[in-house]
């Protein structure tokens, strides 16, 4: 591995880490970037370190062009930003806890068992393009953002950002991360809490077309390439492994859904069964 800039503070990506490395990284920096808080990160090592860190987009930026310095980097390791709000609205510990999930203002609840697990968001023919983890009585996210045709852009690992266009920006303000394109059009907003999921922007479209466009209020079913039914104001309070089911079934006859859903969108003749 090779530091990122050798006059900079010697920050290097950890490139190589197994999945029980990154998972007590996790643990370590209580699931989110040292220096805010914000649930997509990459893990480095920071200097002199054999433990990563987690780190967002926007201050591994800023270490690296030493507007933040290593030594601030070493009390907020000491310290990470999530240690401090641990027991603050939305962050407390509470392993049994129903979160309520809303994606473009409809709401279904994810219930954990203290153990973990997932709970499927959006699930598009066998792909889980949103998905949230439960870990230690914290969330974390793996999501697919594509662009309107289902072209992948971004993608993010239990918070681990693993591909990404170069030259977007990262915020995460108080609970809500947002992600803007190099024109700084907004790509996708969410508020991302321990108890709370609200995602109001982001494509979710596989690479045939079918999927979800999530844009303010509304949920909007694609079905090869076009806008099938839309989901507006909906709640549904039973328990479900997860909230919103794309399942191609003229294309994909084998697949089967991996539980059951709050609102499912299957094709299986020529575009019905959208739901309003
Ligand atoms: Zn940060």
Same mark, same amino acid.
């Given at each position: ?46 200097p002199d ?26 009390e ?13 609205p ?12 809303? @994606?473009?203002? /409809?709401? %279904?609840? #994810? ?5 973990? $697990?997932? =709970? *499927? ?12 983890h ?47 394109d ?12 321990n ?18 466009? @999530?844009?303010? /209020?509304? %949920?909007? #079913? ?5 806008? $099938?039914? =839309? *989901? ?45």
């Amino acid at each position: 591995m090779q530091p990122i800039e050798a006059h900079k503070p010697d920050l290097t990506l950890a490139t190589d880490l197994t999945n029980q490395q990154k998972s007590e990284a996790r643990q370590q920096c209580f699931y989110g970037c040292v220096f805010c808080g914000s649930p997509v990160f990459r893990y480095y090592f920071p200097p002199d370190s054999l433990s990563a860190v987690l780190i967002c987009p926007l201050h591994a930026k800023q270490l690296r062009s030493a507007l933040l310095s290593a030594s601030t980097l070493v009390e907020r390791m000491k310290q990470p930003f999530n240690q401090q709000r641990i027991n603050k609205p939305g962050f407390s510990f509470d392993p049994n806890r129903r979160v309520q999930v809303s @994606v473009g203002m /409809n709401t %279904v609840y #994810a219930d954990f068992v203290p153990g973990g $697990g997932e =709970q *499927y968001c959006i699930w598009v023919n066998g792909q889980e393009l949103f998905t949230l983890h439960s870990e230690s009585g914290w969330l974390c996210f793996s999501f697919v953002l594509s662009d309107t045709t289902g072209q992948v852009l971004i993608r993010v690992e239990k918070g681990e950002l693993q591909l990404s266009p170069d030259q977007w920006e990262y915020s995460y303000e108080v609970n809500t991360l947002k992600i803007r394109d190099q024109q700084r059009r907004l790509q996708f907003t969410a508020q991302l809490c321990n108890d709370r999921v609200l995602l109001t922007k982001g494509n979710f479209i596989d690479s045939f077309g079918d999927g979800f466009v @999530v844009e303010g /209020n509304r %949920v909007i #079913a694609m079905l090869d390439g076009q806008k $099938g039914g =839309q *989901y507006m104001h909906r709640i549904e309070p039973g328990r479900y492994k997860g909230g919103w089911a794309l399942f191609n079934k003229i294309r994909h006859p084998e697949l089967v859904m991996p539980g059951n859903f709050a609102f499912v969108c299957a094709a299986k003749r020529k575009y019905p069964g959208t739901e309003r």
